[in-house]
């Protein structure tokens, strides 16, 4: 079985600042990666994901998320937030290989973006 | 393209009430998922469909819990009774295939209150 653990619940942050999530993850076999974002009253929206290849993944809107196998994270950072970043983040694993990939999700982490 | 729908968006039930909820994946999408966040905990998968067919359901919590995706095209799961603590937000996802870490793409969910 996989788990995630996403450390932060709550993350404030000024406009035009750098913010990192932190996402940890646990399994016995390899997993993808993948990072969310629920922004207010909508659906969740892929950020990001890694799959294979380069441990640095760039998403939409700006952000980045770099897998560290040895560490078994991750996070995922931007380096200058906008009021319109603020919504619930949620880092996500599948089994590599396992048929359906279906999602373990951790608990996901609010970021307010303050002006 | 339209996206993944969920109806109804809210609703509010008495314990013991049955309710049933309807999602309509994306057009071409044979892969639906079901999930569920329960009182701001992590979101965790319910079960999963391929086409008409129920792929892993191993998520279900119990027998009072029925999913059902006639033709392969909407899928509607049905609570009853309902009971406090299927309170929650239940989402739907879909995907085309189920290729690796293939991406699921999320409706807007809908919201159970059990009272």
């Known amino acids: 079985a996989q788990s995630v653990t996403q450390l932060d619940s709550q993350v404030p942050v000024f406009e035009e600042a750098p913010v990192e999530l932190r996402c940890n993850y646990s399994?016995?076999?390899?997993?993808?990666l993948f990072w969310y974002v629920q922004y207010p009253n909508q659906g969740l929206q892929l950020l990001l994901k890694y799959l294979s290849g380069s441990t640095l993944v760039k998403g939409i809107n700006g952000f980045e998320a770099e897998f560290n196998k040895s560490q078994t994270s991750f996070h995922l950072r931007k380096p200058s937030v906008h009021i319109s970043d603020t919504a619930e983040y949620f880092c996500a694993v599948s089994r590599l290989g396992a048929a359906g990939n279906k999602l373990t999700f951790g608990g996901g982490t609010r970021v307010l973006v303050k002006p | 393209e339209a996206g993944v729908t969920q109806f109804p968006s809210h609703s509010v039930i008495e314990k013991g009430q049955t309710v049933t909820l309807r999602c309509d994946p994306i057009s071409g999408h044979d892969n639906l998922y079901w999930y569920r966040r329960v009182m701001g905990k992590e979101i965790k998968f319910l079960l999963h469909?391929?086409?008409?067919?129920?792929?892993?359901e191993s998520g279900m919590p119990n027998n009072r819990f029925l999913a059902e995706r006639t033709g392969g095209t909407y899928s509607t799961l049905k609570v009853q009774p309902a009971e406090l603590e299927d309170s929650g937000v239940y989402f739907c996802a879909s995907s085309q295939g189920v290729a690796r870490g293939e991406t699921q793409y999320f409706g807007p969910g809908t919201r159970l209150l059990v009272l």
């Open positions: 399994s016995s076999v390899s997993v993808y």
């Open positions: 469909f391929v086409k008409e067919s129920k792929q892993d």
